[in-house]
């Protein structure tokens, strides 16, 4: 009998869990960096599902990943939460309303030619995201800029991705941050526990096997759905700095290499992903219900959900690889170490990623105070994000 109530009250945990989870897919804009901010505020403040050390840990962690690295984040806390199972609802979770969204707005382009600029009540949400993205570029400098070196590195990150304009730079400056902080800090040595015999290869091999069959299927049967689910597995698999890094990447190859969009419908979605909450990933969904826009609407949706299983099934994997063994792998001292200066650049990247949302704003009276507006009440109140979407889209449609 107790064994059952214990049974039922985890489940209802995990149930309560999953449903912060849905609301911060309804209500985190901007990239992964600020999500974060937002994990903080509902998943450790309110919430308690871990302490801030583990997220920090875990945000260090799924940096240098390649893949989506907030989805990466919430699906290891829904792993530490309720194992394998959990983290899979937790990824289906977080991710399904931008991809739904990305998916809708695809057909509406494709069948109807409806762009950005004919829905009104998006009008106001680029600001909004812009203000969401400074309030996470404020709590990150709060939260780890405490030593001068953390300095140094924050202005330098900020200068280097401004001047750059480019986010390739992105996995670049993490691994010299983590190799600076490592050579700076001199912690005590801790033991340098052997991980290899405690390892679970099986997910590791799982991400090759896929890499490996489903270029070979590609190649093989030149069919467009393989071919569009290894393109997107192969970014998933490659690309380290977010879905910023993502995004050029795919127009050259399905705007300028393959032809399969054009230009303009590209720059629509990219203008819709500005200003929905969720992952950047979710703009594959997007792309690939326009990839099959001369399919027939069936092998359209088919298109956007095989195109979304793609791009985030390689980080998925591999932080199920290597989850289960952080705990031995933070105890290294090289990691231990690398992880003030890995965090310390994340803010330097939130800075950038401010500064380029911003570049494209139109600067005119209303953007402003919508996007000043939501730093100041993010900074003062403790109002949910859900109230503030709200009303920034009651706003967009009213005025």
Not at 15 to 32: E, I, N, Q, R, Y
Not at 146 to 154: A, G, M, N, S, T
Not at 327 to 350: K, M
Request: glycine share 8%.
């Amino acid at each position: 009998m107790k064994i059952e109530q214990a049974n039922n009250r985890s489940k209802f945990r995990q149930l309560l869990f999953l449903f912060d989870v849905l609301k911060l897919s309804c209500t985190a804009f901007g990239g992964p960096q600020i999500h974060f901010t937002q994990f903080k505020r509902v998943l450790v403040e309110r919430k308690k599902y871990l302490n801030l050390d583990e997220l920090i840990e875990l945000n260090s962690l799924c940096s240098i990943l390649p893949g989506p690295t907030s989805t990466q984040i919430i699906t290891a806390i829904g792993f530490k939460k309720g194992g394998p199972k959990l983290a899979f609802l937790t990824l289906a979770i977080w991710i399904s309303p931008a991809c739904i969204i990305m998916g809708c707005f695809a057909l509406l382009v494709s069948r109807f030619g409806i762009t950005v600029q004919a829905l009104p009540f998006f009008k106001y949400l680029q600001p909004m995201a812009s203000g969401f993205i400074i309030y996470g570029a404020f709590q990150f400098v709060q939260l780890f800029i405490h030593k001068f070196y953390h300095w140094v590195l924050l202005i330098a990150t900020a200068i280097t991705g401004i001047i750059a304009s480019t986010p390739y730079v992105f996995p670049i400056l993490l691994i010299a941050g983590g190799f600076i902080s490592s050579l700076i800090n001199k912690k005590q040595q801790v033991q340098q526990i052997h991980v290899i015999k405690a390892v679970n290869w099986s997910n590791l091999l799982l991400f090759f096997s896929v890499f490996i069959t489903a270029a070979l299927l590609g190649f093989a049967t030149q069919d467009k759905l393989f071919r569009l689910f290894e393109n997107m597995y192969r970014y998933g698999s490659l690309v380290f700095g977010g879905g910023n890094v993502l995004i050029p990447m795919m127009y050259n190859q399905f705007v300028v290499f393959k032809g399969y969009l054009n230009a303009n419908d590209f720059l629509a979605g990219l203008g819709i992903l500005q200003a929905i909450p969720g992952p950047v990933f979710s703009f594959a969904s997007y792309v690939g219900a326009l990839v099959m826009s001369n399919e027939g609407l069936n092998l359209q949706l088919l298109g956007a959900f095989i195109a979304a299983v793609g791009i985030f099934l390689p980080g998925i994997l591999l932080i199920f690889f290597v989850y289960p063994i952080w705990d031995q792998l933070r105890a290294y001292t090289p990691i231990a170490n690398a992880i003030e200066g890995i965090n310390a650049v994340s803010a330097g990247l939130v800075i950038t990623s401010a500064y380029l949302l911003f570049i494209p704003l139109a600067i005119n009276q209303s953007n402003m105070i919508v996007l000043l507006s939501t730093f100041f009440v993010l900074l003062t109140t403790k109002i949910p994000s859900p109230i503030i979407v709200i009303v920034t889209l009651l706003a967009g449609f009213l005025v």
